[in-house]
């Protein structure tokens, strides 16, 4: 397989869309308006929440399982413009089912326990088509180690060692897996049927809106033209990219083909090129506010607001994004590289002022995630803001007087504010009329019904969008709903516990490995679910803070795309940059790694993480952590000032750990190692720039 299609693989995982067969014809035509059904049926129960949440939760998992069969051949990597009859066929199957729970929904609740049998036959199949649409879609790992599960709690009682446990009839396993909220139609289902999709939708409608022109632009007319600047725009936009979008390796293959050429352009090797993007993309998911949708199912899973969830999330990713950048700007003094002519990067204050506009919805949504309204309501307020801001400057785009322009918008909002007064209409119910209200004069306006036709298509692309993510959540229900009967995860957890025995440390690193193998196959989302349900108890029972455990699992499974020997996001950026991705990794393992220690900084100091203690805590512990990225970034590059030699690289090094260690006096000892090696280093540098001279 050549590089290109492996890395087009790679994005197909995270973002299946790149991989979805474009069909031709009246099928075509079928799956996009399935799609944009889909994503309407997503708006309106989120919206108005019209329906009981198993029949959302089925009707949702319906939806995927059709569009995955019409979209996805049987053999993954086959493109067919036409979707064989079997196809249509499971595809009907699975969207037909999905009303069993609506049609047959209080005779479900009155024999719940008491399975019939149409009911286990519709839930068989039902597991069989999720498990094949999950394979088409994500490959085989993940459907074969949740397939695995299924026996397991069957034969349970015949197996050997720490495995065996009471076994249980296939009557219970498929009534947990589909009739219950444990398996299929869980937690993480719920989630992917609400928050994940509308913020998927809102990511989607901003993009089409320009707002990656404008990220690009922003960070091309801030940093571009400094020392290293390529670089330092590859780390700022993707950085911003995160906040609405947390799909780590497909960004590799989006702004991944404007940075990684342009560095490479201005002196960066490949693999460092390929290196930084890697890891700015990948540290898009863990940027609030989206955080690759994470955030979302890990507020739901431990029962806190969303909110302390991103908030949690802030300090860590400033850390690792400023390692980024610093790595970047170490590595462009030690080469001399410059950055663009500041002729060549547009304006950021141009950009602003001309499409500041897009910046709205996202202060919107942050501003009421913060202030206590639910995701579900602060998505779709977002994505209705969204709307209307693409209608409305298509409604006014002829108008080139500021005057009538401001007159447009202050008419609209009044116009809203007269409505919501005297109608008693629900916001969502506003935000609806308003938008048709736009419908309809953009419907007479130049340009507006190719503005309408964009709005539809953004529909379908985050329903496509959804399918990777949505699928993964169902099936990664019969793993946790498994778990659960059997209470494997708890004897994984003693099993650890009884090998770690009261040493957190040895307690943090086996985790760690074992977040970090699961990724190497695994996506995020299904990483986390996995991860959460049977690594994080362990940490929790050793007394590390809730959310502080699940921050730590879930930042070791992105940590997983950028590690070797597997390495995804690498193995994606290789692509772009033409180079080794074993060099890509290795490089990028150095340039990520606040991602590696600052999980660990966190769980000896949930202060990093706003968990307990004080401000003057989490002020502490986060210079400590600035410090050491510092030392740890000139040592790595062997450059600060100057040239490192080994000895001062491994002083820095010594210096870093031990801000590092939350041992009593390791502070004191290496802030005075970090004294003495700036002094001398500064000293040495002074002294070789004056022979020099």
């Known amino acids: 397989m050549s590089a290109n299609s492996e890395a087009k693989a790679v994005a197909d995982r995270e973002n299946p869309a790149h991989g979805a067969a474009a069909l031709e014809g009246w099928q075509g035509t079928a799956v996009l308006a399935i799609a944009i059904v889909f994503t309407c049926f997503q708006i309106v129960t989120a919206a108005f929440s019209p329906l009981p949440t198993i029949v959302l939760r089925s009707v949702h998992v319906g939806f995927l399982v059709a569009l995955c069969f019409l ?96 076994g249980f009839d296939f009557e219970q396993v498929i009534d947990t897996l589909y009739f219950g909220t444990e398996g299929i139609l869980g937690t993480p289902t719920f989630v992917s049927a609400t928050y994940i999709f509308l913020f998927i939708l809102f990511g989607a409608l901003l993009e089409r809106a320009g707002m990656i022109s404008l990220f690009n632009d922003l960070a091309l007319g801030t940093v571009g ?112 590289l410059l950055g663009l002519k500041k002729e060549d990067c547009p304006s950021a204050i141009r950009a602003l002022v001309t499409k500041w506009y897009l910046l709205l919805p996202l202060a919107v949504l942050v501003y009421l995630l913060f202030s206590g309204f639910t995701p579900l309501f602060a998505g779709t307020m977002g994505m209705a803001l969204t709307a209307v801001l693409i209608l409305g400057q298509q409604a006014v785009g002829q108008t080139k007087v500021f005057f009538y322009r401001a007159l447009f918008w202050i008419g609209l909002g009044l116009c809203g504010a007269v409505l919501y007064r005297f109608s008693g209409l629900r916001i969502e119910s506003l935000a609806v009329v308003m938008i048709a209200l736009l419908i309809v004069l953009t419907w007479f306006v130049k340009g507006g019904r190719e503005t309408q036709k964009m709005l539809l298509f953004s529909f379908a692309d985050a329903a496509k969008g959804a399918l990777g993510v949505g699928i993964a959540c169902a099936l990664v229900g019969i793993l946790v709903g498994i778990s659960q009967m059997t209470g494997v995860a708890n004897d994984l957890a003693r099993g650890i516990l009884a090998v770690a025995g009261d040493n957190l440390l040895l307690a943090l690193l086996m985790t760690m490995v074992t977040c970090i193998i699961l990724g190497t196959g695994i996506p995020t989302i299904p990483n986390y679910i996995i991860t959460s349900s049977m690594a994080a108890p362990v940490l929790t029972e050793m007394g590390v803070p809730i959310l502080v455990s699940h921050m ?43 991602g590696y220690v600052v999980p660990f900084m966190a769980v000896y100091t949930p202060a990093l993480m706003l968990q307990g203690g004080t401000w003057f805590d989490t002020a502490y512990v986060a210079i400590k952590a600035l410090i050491a990225v510092c030392l740890w970034g000139a040592a790595a590059s062997a450059w600060l000032f100057g040239r490192l030699g080994w000895p001062e690289r491994i002083w820095a090094t010594a210096a870093a750990f031990g801000f590092v260690v939350a041992l009593p006096v390791t502070d004191e000892i290496a802030a005075a190692l970090t004294v003495s090696f700036l002094v001398f280093h500064w000293w040495k540098t002074r002294r070789a720039a004056a022979r020099a001279a």
Request: aromatic content about 12%.
């Open 225 to 336: 033209h400094h020392k290293g600047g390529p670089a330092k725009v590859s780390v700022i936009s993707s950085g911003l990219m995160g906040t609405i979008n947390g799909s780590g390796v497909a960004n590799v293959l989006t702004t991944g083909q404007f940075t990684i050429p342009l560095m490479m352009r201005f002196g960066y090797r490949p693999a460092f090129a390929g290196a930084v993007e890697a890891c700015s993309s990948m540290g898009g998911q863990i940027m609030p506010p989206v955080m690759g949708a994470v955030a979302f199912i890990m507020a739901e899973t431990i029962g806190i607001p969303y909110s302390e969830v991103a908030l949690a999330a802030v300090i860590p990713a400033i850390l690792y994004f400023f390692s980024a950048f610093w790595m970047v700007h170490l590595e462009a003094g030690r080469a001399n």
């Open 71 to 166: 979209l996805f051949r049987f053999r993954r990597g086959s493109h067919s413009s036409r979707a064989p009859w079997y196809d249509i066929l499971l595809a009907a199957i699975g969207f037909g089912l999905a009303f069993y729970h609506w049609v047959f929904e209080a005779e479900l609740i009155l024999r719940a326990g008491d399975p019939t049998t149409m009911d286990l036959i519709v839930g068989s199949i039902v597991t069989v088509l999720v498990i094949e649409a999950a394979r088409r879609v994500m490959g085989w790992e993940l459907p074969l180690l949740c397939s695995l599960f299924i026996p397991y709690a069957i034969f349970g009682r015949d197996l050997p060692g720490f495995l065996i446990h009471r």
């Open 552 to 594: 730590f699992v879930f930042y070791f499974g992105i940590m997983a795309d950028l590690t070797p020997p597997v390495a995804l996001a690498a193995l994606a950026a290789s692509s772009v940059a033409k180079e080794n991705h074993m060099k890509i990794a290795l490089t990028a393992t150095k340039i990520g790694l606040a």
